[in-house]
């Protein structure tokens, strides 16, 4: 349909200060369209960018009352592969209507907008220069409660809101937890276009489901989440050990089953990627290991003893600001080109298993040269994650294994063979045909039995009845209706 019409009411209810692109050949609009990955990318009717909390209500208010509804998406930082959206639709970009505060008091910040993680993780870190000090890591961590982090991941870039509603699997989750365990309240547009306060009082079910579940709820306008002081890192410094590790594939045996015994190993808060690549400058395929130690940054060199014995070509590491922990992944970051994480729970590590799926990658780059780029990769955490003392549409707490494999390729002809590689590297590391066995990472994918992504039944059929009371006509997609 061409809602071209519609569109100049709906520029007529916002605020001047409110720009509506509609011409695709527009540089703007060429840029905003952007997306971490180019998979299933489609052009808009429009993209609205609002830059307040009102213009968002209005456009979703005009959008659900057309006939037919307009449909649309949202966007922040433009890693969702769903942030995209036809010529029938579209796109309400939060990139002009951003913010945060932070309460130090309270510890929580109030995350408003598109703000993006790194973001989050700089103004929680700056927390402590409120205090008269100089810096926020130079300072005594153990005495300042007021020098603050959050359960935040691996992408600067990625939009802080979604990546906390979604669920959100942070570098630290045996201290924190998940990213949605995070969320204390929100302000949120309702599928009729209503704004309402989601609090433990003021709609309490709602708050159950967007803590896990909140990108099928609502546009959530704001959004206020705990954070963590710095010395519950274990050093008062507000730092964490990262380093790596990178070794031929012939001594991929003992790597692997060093590893075994490494991952569970719970007395040193060991924790990363172990992964088949091809890591710059030199593009050699390699294992490599992406490694954190949270605690005494001293002591890591004693938890990672076995690995050092393993006669790595690379091994360095070193202190490194929590706030800074995802500043060397800039180029994972940059958008463009097919790319997408396929990210599947684990109970287990098979060293046998992660072998067979470095023939896997190899097999894959020599058909499909273009995904070189592309990683096989398994995560760890060697203690378990913190589990919140409340119920949520979060069911991933027994996890402290995942599948998450990177996928980066240029040519579109290779995508199905890509994704069947990938398919086929996670049925290996499950191990199993036993489908009550399998975990989905909830905003891993959309496609699938959603009963993999939200356990239980009795938290599925409430997420489901939640869905039915809240969004009946999947305004925020048809994920938890029966249609």
Known sequence: MDITSQIALLRASLDLRCEILTDPENAVFRDLIKRWTDIDLQIPAAIVLPTSEVDCQKTVQWAVS???????VTKSGGHSEWSTIGKNGIIIDLSRYSGIEVDAD???????GSVLSKEVAVRLAEAGMFTGRKSAILCSASQDSNLMYAALGNGNTVGAMGYFLGGGVPTTPSITGFGSDQIVSARMITAQGDLVDVTEKQHPDLL????????????????????????ALGNNKGVIWAGAFIYSLDNAKEVCSVMKTLMDDSRYGTAGLMMVAAPPPTKKPSLVIAARFTGDPKQASEAYKPLYDCNPIVANGGEVPIQNTSDNRQAICAKGDFKRFGVVGLHRFEPDAFLEVIDLWKAMIA?????????????????PVKTPDFESAMCLHDIRYWENNLIWHTDPKNRAKIDEYNAKSIDIMRGTNDVTDF????????????EKRYRGKERLDRLKSLKKQWDPKGVFTAQLLDL
């Open 66 to 72: 057309q006939k037919p509804p307009v449909p649309f």
């Open 106 to 112: 309270s510890q929580t910040a109030t995350l408003t």
């Open 208 to 231: 159950y489901a967007i803590r896990g579940a909140g990108q099928f709820f609502g546009l959530v306008t704001q959004l206020v989440i705990r954070a963590h002081p710095l010395f």
């Open 367 to 383: 058909e499909c040269p273009d995904s070189i780029n592309s990683a096989f990769m398994f995560q760890w955490d060697s203690r």
């Open 439 to 450: 975990v989905d990472y909830q905003n891993g994918t959309r496609t699938g039995p959603i």
